[in-house]
DNA sequence: CGCATAGTTAATCGATTGATAAATTGCGGC
DNA sequence: GCCGCAATTTATCAATCGATTAACTATGCG
């Protein structure tokens, strides 16, 4: 009655964990946090109860999930890349939603964060409230400088600016939820096509924001 | 032994299927379908087995709640409307995603929406498949003529374009995800933000697009 | 009033859930 | 080589899941 023989590997405690936190992760993703320890363990080859001897609970390891996927995606030097007024504003907002697609656009992170959404708690809300600072933003600030109005210092921003920030970003995030969620294909020329939507965006919104305040200034 | 007398409340079958189906709608839309048929039964005021009079199984009745939150949601004037050469596109666009929004920004919608994607099937496939040939073909058709393009009878469509309507459009829902599903709060002028983000749209799309089939062409 | 029909309920079943305790086995140090 | 600790497993519990059965009770018809 004993398991397949030479199947059970003795690992250190932290291949073992690591081992499991990345399976979760996946496993997940895929389910959402309502999948089942047995079915987790099963598929890292592993018995059910040793997830218990490295995890208090499954709470926990959900609690680890959030922190692996969110931690260490975040690129701090988006925010120096956004106000450079060095280079143009669309080449910059190019230069930011390539980078962007690239940490963000993957499997486990867009799942997670949906099952995390659905779910409740708040990690979803802290997490678009710093994309909002620190990206959307300082985007609108140098939108006023393109659009030769008047900058921030001057007249606050305004929340229908932000909005098409919120724009622009979740045109481009759809992508991910069309792929990821939808099960849908996407562009195989991502690059290709954050150059028209951002070029579009410049285009477009500066010529919008003057339209707006000249509305609103009446 | 008996139920709190009084309580026993005595429907016709119709309107006790409605009340169950309604409140399905709303439960599974709040939880996810995993949540459990005790938890719907105490929240209609009914026991448990009932909700087996009515449904043979929690699939059928997740089965009906499909079928009750996507059909009928669909105007088929929004076809025509698009086409309608007589007003401006941007007028257009607006009066859509005016009444888009009005018609699928909703709780209920847009949650069962994200859980029937996440849970995998093929129900949000086919629905966006609708939307793209119904909406997102005859709006690119419609931006060839702004830009002052062949027409697709000449030129075919190509992805590239279809993209951008794509985009136009995943800016908008984003906000009722951002509603729904991220809690987060979405400006209360609505119909204001749909034609600043139409006007950019307009005002961006068509120079993009000659942009773009200029780069191609070469 | 009495009886049949049907809406409603309590009680329960077998399977599955997260979690625990105790037995087993692999591996490093002597 | 073997000894001991810790990694891993087997076996199991209490709670909960979807689903079933049979009994209870409200309503309409004569």
Chains 1, 2 share one sequence.
Request: include cysteine; aromatic fraction near 12%; proline fraction near 6%.
């Amino acid at each position: 009655m004993k398991a397949e023989t030479g199947k059970r590997r003795r690992l250190t405690p932290e291949q073992r964990e690591r081992q499991i936190v990345d399976g979760a992760i996946r496993f997940f993703a895929e389910v959402g946090f309502e999948g089942q320890t047995r079915e987790l363990a099963k598929r890292l080859g592993i018995t059910q109860p040793l997830l218990y001897r490295y995890f208090p609970s499954k709470e926990c390891l959900i609690e680890r999930v959030y922190n692996e996927v969110y931690i260490k995606r975040w690129q701090p030097h988006w925010e120096a890349l956004i106000i450079d007024r060095s280079r143009p504003l669309e080449e910059r907002l190019v230069t930011l939603y390539r980078e962007y697609t690239r940490a963000i656009f993957n499997y486990e992170w867009v799942r997670i964060f949906m099952f995390s959404g659905l779910k409740g708690g708040n990690i979803t809300e802290r997490y678009l409230s710093i994309v909002q600072d620190k990206l959307f933003v300082p985007v609108c600030t140098e939108l006023r400088e393109v659009a030769g109005l008047p900058s921030t210092d001057e007249v606050p921003l305004e929340p229908e600016e932000l909005e098409l920030a919120w724009n622009l970003h979740g045109g481009i995030y759809y992508l991910a939820i069309r792929k990821w969620i939808y099960n849908l294909p996407i562009p195989e020329d991502l690059d290709g096509h954050i150059e028209r939507v951002v070029h579009s965006f410049i285009e477009g919104t500066p010529v919008t924001l003057r339209w707006h305040f000249a509305r609103h200034d009446v």
